[in-house]
T-cell receptor, first 116, second 109 residues
């Protein structure tokens, strides 16, 4: 099946620094990737839809200047959390859309971000 | 608005059968997914329904009624490892997945 990788799997950073998370589709091309965050015991929350070669579409309430998304190729999307604060600590998950009969999203393993 | 409703938590006994319901209201419909998620891990795909009816896959089955905006996930012969959250999600006309809050399933011996 299709595989999506995410790097890093976990990161600890100081408040005020920026963190970049990479999402790669390893064996298929994905024109569309999604970024989610998930707080403990809560459902996935869609942050933005990342389309290759164009600007990301952010969900209401998500600051696009704080969460920078770049989908520069058909296999790579990056999420940069700028000037991170402790409240940004969360589980960030990306997924890549494989268009076809199932229009299935394949998920990366997630990145645990802890901001001190 | 768009929303998906599913029970917050359910409890069942090992070896039994459990049905997790999901109702949805979305802008367009291109299919409904069920995912399983263990704590601290990313979701894993269980099933996909786009036409009305029942899809069976081993111990898991998923049912869809588009006219009622309703689906259920049926788990048979429950095992302890089935303790997890089960997420219902609908893909809308913009190819975005709209997520339910998830149902935490607790399996007791």
């Amino acid at each position: 099946g299709a595989v999506v990788s995410q790097h890093p799997s976990w990161v600890i950073c100081k408040s005020g620094t920026s963190v970049k998370i990479e999402c790669r589709s390893l064996d298929f091309q994905a024109t569309t990737m999604f970024w989610y965050r998930q707080f403990p015991k809560q459902s996935l929350m869609l942050m933005a839809t990342s389309n290759e070669g164009s600007k990301a579409t952010y969900e209401q309430g998500v600051e696009k200047d704080k969460f920078l998304i770049n989908h520069a190729s058909l296999t790579l999307s990056t999420l940069t959390v700028t000037s991170a604060h402790p409240e940004d600590s969360s589980f960030y998950i990306c997924s890549a859309l494989l268009r076809g009969r199932y229009n299935e999203q394949f998920f990366g393993p997630g990145t645990r971000l802890t901001v001190l | 608005g768009q929303n998906i409703d599913q029970p917050t938590e359910m409890t069942a006994t090992e070896g039994a059968i459990v049905q997790i319901n999901c109702t949805y209201q979305t802008s367009g419909f291109n299919g409904l997914f069920w995912y399983q998620q263990h704590a601290g891990e990313a979701p894993t795909f269980l099933s996909y329904n786009v036409l009305d009816g029942l899809e069976e896959k081993g111990r898991f089955s998923s049912f869809l009624s588009r006219s009622k905006g309703y689906s259920y996930l049926l788990l048979k012969e429950l095992q302890m490892k089935d303790s997890a959250s089960y997420l219902c999600a609908v893909i809308n006309s913009n190819y975005q997945l709209i997520w339910g809050a998830g149902t935490k399933l607790i399996i007791k011996p």
